[in-house]
């Protein structure tokens, strides 16, 4: 019997797709193995996203290499093969396969008895492949009491959902996006905004609630973009959600909608968050600077995002909102950086803060951008977003707990 080793350096969307293939190879009555010494098939989802990323997966690579039998074979897919090819082939000779390229595994098989939409369809995967892990690190701080204040967040998240008996349901509902961001190398990964049906999104939902499932995180590239190639909107899919389920006790986390999407849609969205099934809202601002969003091809400003973040905020405070920030973008002035740091200042309250720092990446036009800036530009304009946010979280999270009570 065929043994194989299934594991990922990626985001949660690659966590999943590792996921939906380790499911396939079980049902397809394949041994899994936990230990790649063991296994005769390797599968490796691997992360490019930003330059360490790409140095991480190229890593964790060459020790699998060095860790296999002879006679096994190592697949490598994922982000990386697609974004930059020319770098994983100076280690690597096998398929070039990209996240999307999924029916290679079908053909891997001399014979298969369960497909792989089928998996899909059967919802077979919802806890997450185990993430390859490395000791590097791209934002950190060295504030001693900014990494208590985030423990102690952490920590008291942790314990909420053990009392809250949480347990996270992932769902897909999108892949690709309709942005033009001049620093993003995963268009060219997953392409145009591919909306999945409502009605497969539905059954999925109503199987997690019937498994027990009461948090369920919706995974896109760009949810806010969900539906605009089949006719919906984001607002029509939470409403059927929420309609269709509303005694349940159940919460929803609203990953990754972009600001023009938010600005878009608000009004609509209002009556979602006001059902209080909304637990988490991330939107993405990525600069405090309107000159740096421009060059991004953010379609947004940077005080458009904060109104509709803090309009949230005093009328549903119970959301628990984040964003990502991205510092050294090319040319990024301390000006600019400063108009990022000014916008954790009050009335806006975040919950959580995800940092990048920009990332030259094969055929992105940012990176051809003269001004680069350099990394310990960068490290020290991260660890002070983090060293405020985390002094802002201890500041106003009592206040916010207070407004909850009323």
């Known amino acids: 019997m065929l043994t194989v080793y299934v594991s990922t350096n990626g985001c949660v969307e690659g966590q999943l797709s590792s996921t939906y293939v380790e499911q396939f190879f079980r049902k397809n009555k ?57 770098s994983l082939r ?21 014979k298969t ?18 993430t390859e892990t490395s000791e590097s690190n791209e934002c950190y701080c060295t504030d001693k009491l900014a990494n208590a204040i985030i423990f102690a967040k952490q920590l008291m998240g942790r314990l909420r959902a053990r009392a809250d008996k949480a347990t996270n349901f992932f769902i897909r509902v999108a892949t690709g996006c309709t942005g033009r961001c001049t620093y993003c190398s995963e268009r060219c990964v997953f392409g145009r905004i591919q909306s999945r049906p409502i009605e497969k ?8 609630l019937q498994q027990g499932y009461n948090r ?11 539906g605009k190639d089949i006719g919906l909107t984001l607002p029509d899919l939470l409403a059927k959600m929420i309609k269709t389920n509303y005694k349940k006790n159940y919460k929803l986390i609203l990953n990754q909608v972009e600001p023009s999407y938010l600005k878009e849609m608000f009004y609509d969205l209002e009556e979602i968050l006001a059902s209080g099934k909304v637990e988490a809202l991330n939107c993405p601002v990525q600069s405090g ?47 600019d950086f400063r108009a990022t740091l000014k916008l954790l200042d009050y009335p ?23 001004g680069q800036i350099p990394e310990e530009t960068k490290e020290s304009r991260c660890r002070k977003l983090l060293q405020k946010h985390a002094r802002k979280y201890a500041l106003n999270a009592p206040i916010m707990y207070v407004r909850r009570l009323f």
């Not at 008895?113 to 185990?130: G, P, Y």
Request: proline fraction near 6%; hydrophobic fraction near 40%; charge should be neutral.
């Open 216 to 226: 369920f995180s919706l995974i896109a590239t760009d949810l806010g973009a969900y």
């Open 30 to 86: 394949l041994a899994v193995t936990r230990d790649p010494e063991q296994a005769d098939l390797l599968v490796f989802y691997a992360c490019g996203l930003t330059e360490q990323k790409e140095k991480d997966s190229l890593s964790i690579i060459i020790r699998l290499q060095e860790r296999m039998k002879p006679t096994a074979r190592l697949v490598v897919w994922g982000c990386l093969p697609r974004i930059n090819p020319k």
């Open 113 to 130: 008895t369960v497909s792989l939409d089928s998996v899909l369809e059967a919802r077979a995967a919802n806890m997450l492949i185990a």
């Open 348 to 370: 806006l309250f975040l919950y959580n803060i995800y940092l990048f720092k920009f990332s030259k990446r094969p055929g992105v036009y940012a990176s051809r951008i003269p």
């Open 289 to 335: 600077s309107d000159r740096i969003l421009e060059l991004m091809g953010r379609p947004y400003t940077a005080d458009e995002w904060k109104e509709y973040m803090v309009r949230i905020n005093r009328k549903f405070p119970n959301i628990q909102l984040s964003t990502h920030f991205m510092v050294g973008f090319p040319t990024e002035t301390d000006d």
């Open 90 to 110: 100076t280690i690597y000779d096998g398929p070039i396969l990209g996240p999307t390229d999924t029916s290679f595994f079908e053909k891997i098989l001399e």
């Open 201 to 208: 999104i539905m059954s999925e939902f109503k199987w997690g």
